[in-house]
């Protein structure tokens, strides 16, 4: 057989080896790779003739369906799109029972949105999925649940899911902790089957825990240095997000877990790092429909209540991290319906509650994230479009910042016992904040076109500086150093780098005395407690001082 083979398609040897530009016809024909040697591996192994197309360029024929099978089609979508006009629904989708099978979990089917929640975990689509998914909410549920697999599964699974270089923060790495944190779990946990979601959660109270903590006192708590405790705990949070699988996790314990992380690691951490690891928090929150009030979607009182909190700390963590780089908040007014949290204490919330506990006048333990979330939504995101609307005065400006401040004072503040420490943190902190929306408001309309203040209104610069003796108080006041960690979250950058711009080109006086002895302060205050990090200003400043 080899001899008749070699007679039919002879063999050329290596040495005048003929290469073809296409392949043979045997080879094209079964879609197989050709070595375009005449005649061809494939043709010899398999004992037939080989033969190549000619020099010219085969004609190219297209797959084209006939015109009588586009014509259907076209008269296809014309009546589809004349039942989406008319708003009729289609016939072959009557017989669909959209709210069919709901029993188990609750769930949301809108015309543009739709969430599905079952224990403990949601998902979320809205536009034109959930068009689609809102007539198979039965199969929707089957996918939560076959996700949540995922949580559980071996975390060298998916060790590399964030989208951060080198691991991020909620990459992690394979480092032991110095002491044992493991072991705190399983005794935290003992008898109580503890998700991976719940320890992450975990994990984050202990970093948590110690980023609040005194220098001098963690060595005696916990056996180790501060710094030494803080990176375990780092280490030991970014372990457990990456074993609860962070980003495709569905369960609201390991977005509360990152949340709070990055909120106490933004202090003396690397902020541009925060910044961009609360954008992907953010689609996360939107994928479980947290931006969604629970209210609207019949969601029990206590977890719509928990769902508020946890927004709007995600709203609070995006207007920090933003301001450190400078950039606007990727949240913005319209993008969410979830309503303020109730201004309760933590006890005054149970699992099974009927309804949500009467507001409470004055402070509570979430009164300061009510009130900043407050000043947020009237001051801060409508400031963007008061710098677009040049017809706003000052006065106007300056009255909607005045008002804000009588409404909170009416409501809150005026409560509170300053003779209380947290109350006297939580007051300042606020009124810091109205100060400085104030200030923004003249800043926009008080300046010549080179940036500089008009000598007429020395009051934006004197109000600078009594913001700026304000956070430095609140940094260095004995009596409220439990809470300096929290002061530090509230960094008076801008208004430091424009008190030191304005120091150099005013005369220096007595006038200016003040100014200079607290930007100097409040300057070396930062150089000795906080790290430079990626914060936009830190440069600047430098050069200013």
């Known amino acids: 057989m080899s001899d008749n083979l070699e007679n039919k398609t002879p063999r050329v040897t290596s040495s005048h080896v003929e290469f073809k530009k296409r392949s043979c016809f045997r080879c094209n024909t079964r879609k197989v790779r050709c070595d375009r040697t005449y005649p061809c591996g494939a043709c010899v192994k398999a004992e037939v003739e080989c033969a190549f197309p000619g020099p010219k360029r085969a004609r190219r024929t297209l797959n084209r369906p006939p015109s009588s099978e586009l014509l259907a089609r076209l008269k296809d979508l014309e009546e589809e799109v004349s039942q989406l006009r008319s708003k009729q629904p289609s016939p072959r989708d009557s017989d669909v029972n959209p709210t069919s099978d709901l029993d188990a979990p609750s769930s949301l089917a809108k015309k543009a949105e739709l969430l599905v929640l079952k224990e403990g975990k949601s998902r979320y689509v809205s536009g034109e999925a959930s068009v689609t998914l809102g007539e198979k909410i039965s199969e929707l549920r089957d996918i939560i649940e076959s996700d949540s697999n995922e949580e559980d599964s071996s975390p060298h699974e998916n060790s590399n899911f964030t989208v951060l270089p080198q691991g991020g923060l909620f990459g992690g790495d394979k480092s032991y902790y110095s002491w044992s944190l493991d072991k705190d779990v399983q005794n935290a946990s003992a008898g109580v089957d503890m998700t991976p979601s719940d320890e992450a959660l975990l994990f984050s109270v202990y970093y948590a825990a110690v980023a609040s903590m005194r220098a001098h006192l963690c060595h005696s708590i916990l056996g180790v240095n501060h710094d030494t405790a803080i990176q375990d705990c780092k280490r030991a949070v970014s372990q457990g997000l990456r074993r609860a699988n962070f980003i495709k996790c569905q369960n609201i314990s390991v977005l509360q877990g990152a949340v709070l992380f990055l909120l106490c690691y933004r202090v003396g951490g690397d902020t541009r790092l925060v910044w961009a690891e609360s954008a992907v928090v953010i689609r996360v929150a939107q994928a479980q429909g947290i931006h969604r009030d629970g209210q609207n979607i019949a969601l029990p009182p206590f977890e719509t209540e928990i769902r508020r909190r946890l927004w709007w700390h995600i709203c609070l963590l995006d ?107 939580s007051a300042t902190i606020v009124r810091l904040q109205l100060s400085k929306s104030w200030l923004a408001a003249h800043f926009q309309s008080s300046t010549d076109p080179y940036g500089t203040i008009s000598s007429h209104d020395v009051r934006v610069f004197e109000m600078a500086v009594e913001i700026v003796q304000f956070a430095y108080l609140l940094q260095t006041n004995e009596a409220t150093s439990q809470w300096s960690w929290l002061c530090q979250s509230y960094e008076e950058w801008h208004i430091v780098a424009f008190i030191l711009s304005e120091l150099c080109l005013r005369p220096l006086n007595p006038d200016t005395d003040p100014a200079c002895d607290i930007v100097s302060k409040m300057y070396e205050l930062w150089q000795r407690g906080i790290p430079h990090t990626d914060a936009i200003l830190h440069k600047p400043m430098d050069r200013f001082m």
């Open 319 to 425: 207007m920090l991290s933003s301001g450190d780089q400078g950039v606007d908040t990727q949240i913005r007014p319209g993008m969410f319906d979830t309503q303020f949290p109730t201004n309760v204490d933590d006890d005054d919330l149970i699992l099974h509650m009927p309804n949500l506990p009467k507001p409470k006048s004055g402070f509570t333990d979430n009164s300061i994230c009510i009130m900043n979330s407050q000043i947020m939504t009237n001051l801060y995101w409508p400031c963007h479009s008061m710098n677009q609307n040049p017809k706003m005065s000052s006065h106007a400006r300056e009255t909607l910042v005045t008002n804000m401040g009588k409404d909170l004072h009416r409501e809150y503040l005026d409560h509170f016992n300053l003779d209380i420490p947290i109350h006297w943190v």
